[in-house]
């Protein structure tokens, strides 16, 4: 799914198609001031100034710009510490030039393995805010490690990605200030919270520990980036985009915030409304294209202009349409431990975007407009934003970072591209119950037996209740957790006084379908009668709804009860079973899978068409549940996780956790069930710095370019290809400075006047003969690039 970008506008004025009428006014006064100088050739002198002027322009901009932004940095501060936080109050921020702002938090989202309807659900809910606000919004996504060395399965850190709306208003009255903001704030919270986005507006302790998070304190400029007062990773470089390709794909944001970096990336999307100055700029603009169409007689100039009207009529038949058209810029701050760190977060940023074709620009004697557009607390300095469709804007989706770390929670398994470990605290959710399905031998078993190991290290006071029908996966899983083992038949239920049981049949071959659904309903009575955390095991759950090839009415109410009763509860179920279609053959079957926040699919064999509708795969993603890894003869299994996170992970075990889980090797102190307190590294950074750890077996995506030449003869479509890449520019520049040469080797007589008149004898004439030549040479590179393209034409 691609948005597509129009090309920029180009809103100038050109002489000779080339020469807006600033460079003009710049080469007139340039001469002016030069005929007035002392010496014979200021005149001269001043149009070959002004000629540089219009040329030169690094990094995008003219001379004279540098040259204003350089005075301005000389002249201006090192540092930019204002405008400081007054005070925070009724879920607003005072700052102390009276601007009050308000934030609202948006959660993470996971677009990968979801149908195209749902990713176009995800950017509506973007593109429809743009079009119901009339104030600017800018979205900060800002990452964080945060340290995973207390969570079970892991010994590292993780990137985390925070992402905010803020809004901002300058009101003549404070109280008028807060009004409009606590409106805004939420409204965006109202229209953000829709399809897989979760939006909540800050208040109270939370405002006030995400300002503190935001804020950096002062910034020491340089002429690289600056450094930071507070925070992780206080060495800062900055890039804005400068341009869009005609196409780009949903979440490529989320993308550039992915990049494998050592270091921590930022971004800041800034949206501005249209305003009616802007329709009619862009009326006349239209017009003035129109009309330079017909005057025009370049071919290459005459194209540029039709892509321009193409584009310009778009926009407004977009705008018709009801589509939204926004101002819109995006701003990138890389973070490192030191200026090494930064450029190499950098590169790696630099690298994502080239491979959309997206150009990009470092802020070149503007720090401190970077430095401010990159803050919450200032508005868009830089103001380097382009007019975009809403939907092209929404389509950067930066809420579609790989935020796979949930406080509190455990760890599920490591993403299968990156190696990201994959932490969720189901017991936040909704409903927190997961389903697991794969075929005999996949590795769900193994996996709902390690979650249960590290859940009961990790929550508080959790009581834990297993069904284990087929009396084999969790006997030892239960004796390292002190719990007990019961006979469904043989024990009276309401004598259990054990935090972890294990309800089991004597015999797994009958029919124990009655007396497993008995067990299921007292499960879920004693769950609801303690105030603890409950977990509850349904393994072989199909055995429990199932009886051959019926529908055990009886099975399937004590599961759905379960499931859909217990939502306001801490209790999170796990049902276990071989495949979906037990459930999905009924209506309370489906209706137990749509209230399941979590889905963990391991190896299968294949979807019947109807459990593939149900679940929305796609033939590709059937196909990768037969390719999913089984765990043996290997260390790790596969599976595809559906739910907050829909990434393909990896499940690995600790070296402790395996034998128990595989040999029934207790060590005890691994396994005690001692939950002194619940982990506190997924918080709001603390003031050390998280070291990040490197994973040396990353994969790569660079096998198609790693190591490949390509071998080309030096024949004269070789020479085209190689002139016509040169910009005119650079021919012209040759012009330029040859012209001065050419002068003033007349004028010490080394350029002798031939008796043909071959060569001017003056001066002026010289110069006209020059600019003749100027002329000639555009129209003989327009030539060249004729002969290259039709030279280079494949023919059919």
């Keep these: 799914m691609e948005a597509e970008f129009p090309a920029p506008f180009d809103h100038e004025v050109r002489i000779i198609d080339r020469y807006t009428v600033w460079d003009v006014s710049w080469m007139g006064l340039l001469v002016l001031i030069g005929w007035f100088l002392p010496f014979r050739f200021g005149a001269v002198t001043g149009l070959v100034l002004g000629l540089i002027f219009a040329e030169l322009t690094p990094g995008g901009k003219r001379l004279d710009r540098h040259v204003v932004d350089a005075v301005r940095q000389i002249t201006g501060s090192l540092t930019v510490a204002r405008p400081q936080v007054s005070k925070i109050v009724e879920g607003s921020v005072l700052l102390e030039d009276n601007t009050v702002l308000g934030i609202v938090e948006v959660s993470s989202c996971s677009i990968e393995q979801i149908p195209e309807s749902d990713r176009r659900a995800n ?26 060395s207390d969570y079970p399965g892991t010994g590292d850190s993780a990137v985390a990605t925070d992402h905010y709306v803020v809004v901002r208003t300058s009101a003549s009255t404070v109280a008028e200030g807060h009004r409009t903001v606590a409106d805004r704030s939420r409204e965006v919270r109202d229209m953000m919270t829709a399809a897989d986005l979760r939006a909540e507006r800050l208040t109270g302790e939370q405002l006030e520990s995400t300002v503190e998070q935001l804020y950096s304190g002062k910034k020491a400029l340089s002429r690289t980036g600056y450094r930071v007062e507070h925070g992780q990773k206080t060495v800062c470089r900055t890039l804005y985009v400068s341009g869009f390709p005609e196409q780009l794909p949903f979440g490529w944001v989320a993308d550039v915030l992915n990049a494998e970096s050592p270091g921590l990336v930022d971004v800041v999307q800034s949206f501005y409304p249209f305003s009616n100055m802007d329709r009619s700029r862009m009326d006349r603009l239209l017009a003035r294209t ?34 939204p058209l926004v101002n819109y810029g995006v701003c990138i701050t890389v973070r490192g431990e030191t200026g090494d760190e930064a450029e190499e977060t950098l590169d790696a940023v630099k690298s994502v975007l080239d491979q959309y074709r997206v150009e990009r620009k470092r802020p070149v004697l503007q720090m401190s407009q970077a430095v401010k557009t990159a803050s919450p607390f200032h508005r868009d ?5 382009r007019v975009v469709p809403g939907y092209s804007a929404a389509s950067g989706f930066s809420f579609a970072a790989y935020d796979t770390v949930e406080s509190g929670g455990i760890t599920f398994g490591q993403t299968h591209k990156d190696k990201q470990h994959v932490v969720l605290d189901r017991f936040s959710w909704e409903a927190g119950h997961i389903s697991v399905m794969g075929k005999v031998g996949s590795g769900k078993s193994y996996w709902t037996g390690m979650m249960l190991l590290r859940s009961a290290r990790t929550y508080d006071d959790l009581e834990i209740y297993i069904l284990d029908p087929k009396r084999r996966d969790y006997g030892d899983i239960v004796d390292a957790l002190d719990g007990e083992t019961v006979i469904i038949e043989d024990t009276d239920h309401d004598s259990i006084q054990n935090s972890v049981v294990r ?20 499960i879920y009575r004693e769950a ?12 072989e ?18 599961v759905s009860r379960l499931i859909r009763e217990s939502k306001d509860y801490d209790i999170a179920a796990t049902l276990v079973t071989q495949n979906a279609d037990e459930f999905t053959r009924s209506n309370e079957g489906r209706n137990i899978l749509r209230n399941i926040d979590c889905s963990l699919f391991f190896k299968q064999k294949g979807f019947e068409n109807e459990v593939a509708d149900f679940f929305r795969f796609s033939k590709e993603e059937s196909g990768k549940l037969r390719r999913l890894k089984t765990g043996t003869g290997q260390s790790f299994s596969e599976a595809l996780l559906r739910g907050p996170v829909n990434r393909r992970i990896r499940i690995d075990a600790t070296d402790a956790e395996h034998r128990l889980l595989e040999d029934g090797i207790l060590e005890p102190e691994a396994f005690k069930q001692s939950i002194q307190s619940q982990p506190s590294g997924l918080g709001k950074p603390e003031p050390e710095i998280l070291e990040k750890e490197t994973d040396g077996g990353q994969e790569t995506d660079n096998a198609e370019t790693a190591g490949s030449e390509t071998v080309e003869d030096f024949s004269l479509t070789k020479v085209f290809s190689i002139v016509s890449k040169r910009p005119i520019s650079l021919f012209e520049y040759g012009l330029v400075i040859g012209l001065p040469a050419l002068v003033f080797l007349h004028l010490n007589g080394s350029l002798p006047v031939l008796p043909a008149g071959a060569l001017p004898s003056t001066v002026i004439d010289l110069l006209a003969g020059g600019i003749a030549v100027l002329i000639a040479a555009e129209a003989l590179w327009i030539l060249v690039l004729s002969v290259e393209s039709w030279i280079t034409k494949p023919w059919r």
């Design 123 to 148: 950017r509506d809910v973007v593109t429809e805010m743009l079009a119901g606000v009339d104030y600017p919004v800018e979205i900060y996504s800002r990452q964080r490690h945060v340290s995973l």
């Design 290 to 323: 129109e009309a330079e169409i017909s005057a025009s007689r370049k071919p290459f100039r005459q194209a540029g202009l039709q892509k321009q009207k193409q584009d310009l009529e778009d926009l407004i038949d977009a705008e018709a349409g009801g589509e």
């Design 381 to 385: 300095r830089l103001g380097k934003r």
């Design 503 to 522: 309800y089991t049949v004597r015999d797994p071959s009958k029919d124990n379908t009655e007396k497993l659904a008995e067990t299921v309903r007292h």
């Design 528 to 539: 609801l009668n303690t105030d603890s955390k409950s977990l509850v095991v349904v393994d």
């Design 541 to 558: 759950a199909h055995r429990v709804i199932t009886r051959g090839n019926t529908v055990c009415q009886n099975g399937l109410q004590a």
